[in-house]
């Protein structure tokens, strides 16, 4: 599904020299290159602040305790996305409130959301699936309208670009309170370990959440909020660094892949390619398939049976994951989920495909389609 070794070789130089770097000056705790990240990643935004921690779960978790939610406060995100959205949650006390995605687009809904909203309704938190932006236009007028807070999931979307109608164009997670990302090998900013990072412009929130990811201490020893130990390794700061300069080259290379795969197989039926929305840029993170007709599965068996991996994200809706049934949510709460869980498919996509890797793939769907 990725290729992290070729892109390696590629980078290797730079890579080797940050790494050796790093370990040389033995700063692996708070080292030059974490503030130095911090910086680089927040001009490449164009927002105010970058604070990193220790993953993209976390990155979750400190934003909403940052924004002082408090058990019983009503959240709203989307019934399709990776388990860690509601994980943190759930962690917190706070009350899950699950709605649908788009069935175009895979994002949450807006539709959904305001059908969601309640007196008791304190956040939102789109996710921006796959590496395109949710419709964030209309979910920051509902959150004004009702004063609630906007929490971006940007763990598979750093670098995509959000259009509002006036023209004005945002980076994804740049547009809510906070954003949160995620530097996991697999995203498209990843480290060689685990990495996130959360982002705002606000300067008091940006100190709380600074705070926070350090055992909610400003001066050292003195602990002003209750904290987590959430921090970026140097080590991998120093390998983002290397790997932003190519990030949005990273991006066009998924582009690339995307528009061959869209070629191939638009127009096969029962295969439907990826939308592309009107006010989103699209980065890739899955090129993902829906296959009609109960085909999906055995699409996926044929693609292995040709050493080609596919993946499923995501199986299984989160309102009948076992560890959610206490939700209360019903089985039939959910069709567009409950479809798309059992329509998707995902294929290779990563920085390093080929032509002729991806002309053996689409052969393969395509002989089985035609
Ligand atoms: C990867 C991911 C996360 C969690 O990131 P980690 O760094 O693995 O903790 C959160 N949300 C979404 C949508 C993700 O894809």
Redesign the pocket.
């Known amino acids: 599904m990725v290729d992290l070794r070729s892109q390696y070789e590629r980078l290797k130089a730079d890579i080797d020299n940050a790494i050796t770097g790093v370990i040389s000056s033995t700063a692996f705790i708070k080292g030059p290159d974490v503030r130095l990240f911090e910086e680089e990643l927040q001009r490449y935004l164009g927002n105010r602040h970058v604070i990193s921690c220790?993953?993209?779960?976390?990155?979750?978790q400190i934003a909403m305790m940052a924004l002082g939610l408090k058990p019983g406060d009503e959240v709203i995100t989307t019934n399709f996305?990776?388990?860690?959205?509601v994980e943190v949650i759930e962690l917190l006390g706070l009350k899950t409130v699950l709605v649908e995605p788009d069935y175009g687009s895979f994002n949450i809904s807006v539709e959904a959301i305001r059908r969601a909203i309640t007196p008791r309704t304190r956040a939102i938190v789109p996710?921006?699936?796959f590496g395109q932006c949710a419709d964030m236009e209309p979910i920051l007028d509902l959150a004004r309208q009702h004063d609630i807070l906007v929490i971006e999931?940007v763990?598979?979307a750093t670098g995509a670009e959000y259009r509002f109608s006036d023209g004005t164009v945002k980076k994804a997670g740049t547009m809510g309170t906070i954003g949160?990302?995620?530097?996991?090998p697999?995203?498209n900013l990843g480290c060689y370990g685990?990495?996130?990072a959360l982002f705002t412009d606000n300067d008091e929130l940006a100190a709380l959440i600074r705070s926070i990811t350090n055992h909610g201490m400003k001066v050292r020893y003195y602990h002003d909020t209750i904290g987590v130990n959430s921090r970026l390794d140097t080590i991998q700061a120093a390998i983002l660094r290397v790997k932003l300069r190519h990030l949005d080259a990273f991006n066009e290379a998924r582009a690339r892949a995307a528009a061959f795969y869209d070629t191939q197989l638009s127009g096969l039926s029962g295969i439907t390619v990826p939308e592309r929305s009107a006010f989103s840029s699209h980065i890739f993170?899955q090129y993902t398939l829906r296959i009609a007709g109960g085909e999906r599965n055995s699409l996926r068996e044929c693609l292995e049976n040709e050493g080609i991996p596919a993946m499923i994200y995501y199986p299984v809706p989160l309102h009948m994951q076992k560890a959610y049934l206490h939700l209360g949510y019903r089985p039939d709460d959910f069709p567009v989920t409950t479809n798309l869980s059992g329509e998707v498919l995902s294929l290779p996509m990563h920085t390093e495909l080929d032509d002729e890797q991806l002309a053996y793939i689409t052969g393969c769907i395509r002989s089985k389609f035609n």
């Open positions: 220790a993953n993209g779960t976390d990155a979750l996305t990776f388990i860690a959205t996710v921006h699936l999931d763990a598979q949160c990302t995620s530097f996991f697999s995203k685990d990495g996130g993170h």
